[in-house]
Each structure stands twice: as structure tokens, then as C-alpha cells.
């Protein structure tokens, strides 16, 4: 029964700091930004590179990627996910790194809603 009310502790003194937790979630949302991560396939034919916020931001294609139009499609599916399985990673570790910061127990970054 005391249980219940160990969490609610923790819970009340969340929310005194509510503010601070505001500022941090706007700061994290601006680091994702910057967060970019690259993915390649066929040897380098196709590279994808995407943010943290899971935005493409570019591709590119050797010519002979773009001579064969089924190669070309399954490379870019291939970099493109690669690139965002680097970049989920990235999150991930910039959001256990904030939980952290606001006194969470280790992995909780990555299960808070939105954050990866």
C-alpha cells in the first residue's frame, strides 16, 4: 500500500520542477536537429543522410545506380534505412542522456512519449 505513495513523491516533485522540464524538452528538440546520420548501400551507390528528427536530407546516386531503375529503388530503400536506424540510435542516447539530466532512472529517456 505505501508503494502507491513513494510514486507520487516522485510524481509531485516532477511537477514543481515542470518548468525546467519545458526548457529541456525545447532544448532536446533543437539537438535533434542537429543530430545527422548517413546510410549507404551498393558499395557507396546510393547514400542517404537524415536528421534526428527522422527528415531526409539528401540522396545521392553513382550513375550506374541510376541505369538500373529496380537496383536504383532497392539501394535508396536500403541507405534511407540504414540512415534512420544510426540516426533512432542517436535519439535514443540524447534521450537517455536528458532523462538523466532530470534525475530519471537509466532508460527512461527512451520510453518517455515521443522521444524515440
Known amino acids: 500500500m505505501f508503494d502507491m505513495f513513494k510514486g507520487m513523491g516522485s510524481m509531485a516533485g516532477l511537477m514543481r520542477n515542470l518548468p525546467k522540464l519545458r526548457e529541456q524538452m525545447e532544448e532536446f528538440q533543437r539537438k ?6 548517413e546510410g549507404d548501400a551498393g558499395a557507396g551507390m546510393v547514400k542517404a543522410k537524415v ?11 553513382s550513375e550506374e545506380a541510376i ?27 540524447e534521450a537517455n542522456k536528458m532523462a538523466a539530466e532530470m534525475g530519471l532512472p537509466p532508460g527512461m529517456g527512451t520510453n518517455l512519449p515521443g522521444l524515440g
Open 51 to 61: 536528421n534526428g528528427r527522422l527528415e531526409v536530407l539528401s540522396l545521392s546516386f
Open 32 to 37: 535533434l536537429g542537429e543530430i545527422t546520420a
Open 67 to 93: 541505369k538500373d531503375r529496380e537496383l536504383l529503388e532497392d539501394l535508396t530503400r536500403a541507405a534511407i534505412n540504414q540512415a534512420l536506424q544510426k540516426a533512432r540510435l542517436q535519439v535514443g542516447e
